[in-house]
Antibody, heavy 117, light 110 residues
Framework: EVQLVESGGGLVQPGGSLRLSCAASGFTFSSRWMHWVRQAPGKGLVWVSHLNSDGSRTTYADSVKGRFTISRDNAKNTLYLQMNSLRVEDTAVYYC??????????WGQGTLVTVSS | QSALTQPRSVSGSPGQSVTIPCTGTSSDVGGYNYVSWYQQYPGKAPKLMIYDVSERPSGVPDRFSGFKSANTASLTISGLQAEDEADYYCCSYVGGYTWVFGGGTKLTVL
């Protein structure tokens, strides 16, 4: 059974940093593209970032480009999202998801990031 | 990366069919056959219902179907059931390994 478990969320002040992790199991992690998607409280889904299987290609939404970095450790079956220069508007539940034919097919339960002073 | 356009809400009675449109542009929905649809219950993670415009993952009932014409994709749910009441989101590949979601549609089963 595919399982994705996010962690690392919490309360951080504006301008601060946080690193999210997504532990994967139940599938061959090293062969799958991955995504991060976020959802602000009461709002819709927003695509954040994508990473290919070997970590050589990364892409980002304009709203996080230059501040967030996606990476992976295939030996540890773990996806990461390093978030720097955090803003109040980055407050959201962050989900990791596997890619299937350019869609997000398996999702974690999400981890809440709150940016507030 | 402007969000795709979805109606904020739709409704239908049990047994009826409802269609949720998702309008984009020739740079996203119209440009690629990579439109997907997600179902989300309050407080839960989204679930993939349709990918590649009209393909259903295993386990998704065939009451759910997807279609695309020009710059508009649509999700149709036939034989509406109470359990279908949820939020639905469309998503499209935009090229350059980037994606964009729609604003979401709340489906109410009357």
């Amino acid at each position: 059974e595919v399982q994705l478990v996010e962690s690392g969320g919490g309360l951080v002040q504006p301008g601060g940093s946080l690193r999210l992790s997504c532990a994967a199991s139940g599938f061959t992690f090293s062969s799958r593209w991955m995504h991060w998607v976020r959802q602000a409280p009461g709002k819709g889904l927003v695509w954040v970032s994508h990473l290919n299987s070997d970590g050589s290609r990364t892409t980002y939404a304009d709203s996080v480009k230059g501040r967030f970095t996606i990476s992976r450790d295939n030996a540890k079956n773990t996806l990461y999202l390093q978030m720097n220069s955090l803003r109040v508007e980055d407050t959201a539940v962050y989900y990791c998801a596997t890619d299937r034919s350019y869609s997000e097919d398996n999702w974690g339960q999400g981890t809440l990031v709150t940016v507030s002073s | 990366q402007s969000a795709l356009t979805q109606p904020r809400s739709v409704s239908g009675s049990p047994g009826q069919s409802v269609t949720i449109p998702c309008t984009g542009t020739s740079s996203d929905v119209g440009g690629y056959n990579y439109v997907s649809w997600y179902q989300q219950y309050p407080g839960k993670a989204p679930k993939l219902m349709i990918y590649d415009v009209s393909e259903r993952p295993s386990g998704v009932p065939d009451r759910f179907s997807g279609f695309k014409s020009a710059n508009t994709a649509s999700l149709t749910i036939s034989g509406l059931q109470a359990e279908d009441e949820a939020d639905y989101y469309c998503c499209s590949y935009v090229g350059g390994y980037t994606w964009v979601f729609g604003g979401g549609t709340k489906l109410t089963v009357l």
